[in-house]
């Protein structure tokens, strides 16, 4: 089959998956009005006809790479229920970590040369505790870490500015993602999904003036680039870790002293209106509960 062919057929593929995630999802979630906005609209035909295309050019077809084209289906449902309702489905994220393990655990070969460090991690896991399949162990380490990590994240910050600032569901989320692409897969979606959750965040806040926009489709977005962009992200991460060991101390102090003043000065803002944030927030909740049966 050419390449030209190739594509054509990845474009409907990729249409069709996104119009039937269109469709089902209002239904799942029992909307009343189910062509309510955004689902009036074919947006995820068009992101599901791009999101199957780069697969395709990246990895290969479905035949090749079916653990992956789940992948997508599965951040791109996750992606519009976050969107309509602010809801991530426990369905949805512990099926597909479910998945991923059981998947990895029987074909590691991905797992084990997505990054050098994942190797390391076999290696040392192997020497202080014991043997273990490797794509077990990578996938179910990729999981805890990203559970872990945005859990202490989302509870670090909440203590601090005396509000929720995301919910438990964006955690199980980087769960998911991170038995599908490992530890390393984390931090890459991690990093990626912080930069694309800021825009998000205030391409939302001045549309709707609301200062709760869902953080699930951005990191969706970082977990597929960072698949679609393996190397691309080992390697920068690698080269950020090298450029930030040959700064010089008073650099690095100039640096982190600029980023921790601006990390408290937006703490301590967000506490100072803490209260009129989750007053927007209840009010755009009672709207959300509205539209459900």
């Known amino acids: 089959m050419s390449m030209v062919s190739t594509v054509v057929l990845a474009l409907g593929a990729g249409a069709l998956i996104g119009r039937a995630i269109r469709l ?7 909307l009343k009005d189910r062509a309510s906005m955004p689902f009036a609209l074919p947006w995820l035909e068009i992101l599901g006809a791009l999101v199957f295309t780069l697969l395709t050019l990246q990895l290969g077809g479905p035949g090749s790479f079916p653990l992956w084209w789940i992948f997508a289906v599965l951040l791109l449902a996750i992606s519009a229920t976050d969107y309509l309702v602010k809801l991530i489905p426990d369905r949805l994220t512990f099926s597909g970590t479910v998945l991923a393990i059981g998947w990895h655990s029987v074909e590691p070969d991905f797992l084990i040369g997505f990054s050098p460090w994942h190797r390391l991690l076999i290696a040392w896991w192997s020497s ?8 077990l162990l990578l996938s179910l380490a990729g999981a805890l870490l990203g559970f872990l990590v945005l859990e202490t994240i989302r509870w670090t910050f909440g203590l601090m500015v005396g509000m929720q600032v995301m919910g438990m569901g964006d955690s199980k989320l980087l769960m998911m993602i991170g038995a599908f692409l490992g530890p390393v897969g984390v931090l890459g ?5 912080f930069l694309l959750g800021v ?3 205030l391409v939302c806040y001045r549309i709707s003036g609301q200062p709760h926009s869902p953080f699930g489709p951005p990191l969706a977005a970082a977990g597929l680039g960072v698949l679609l962009s393996a190397n691309l992200w080992v390697s920068v991460l690698e080269a950020f870790r090298g450029w930030v060991l040959r700064l010089s101390l008073e ?3 100039v640096i982190y002293t600029v980023l921790i003043v601006v990390v408290v000065l937006l703490l301590v803002r967000t506490r100072r209106r803490a209260k009129e ?3 927007m927030i209840e009010e755009d909740y009672r709207r959300v509960d509205d539209q459900l049966e």
């Open 24 to 30: 089902a999802v209002p239904s799942i979630l029992s």
């Open 199 to 201: 825009i998000h965040g």
């Open 251 to 253: 650099l690095l102090a």
């Open 277 to 279: 944030y989750e007053a």
């Open 128 to 135: 202080t505790v014991g043997q273990l399949p490797s794509g």
């Open 189 to 193: 979606t991690l990093a990626l999904g």
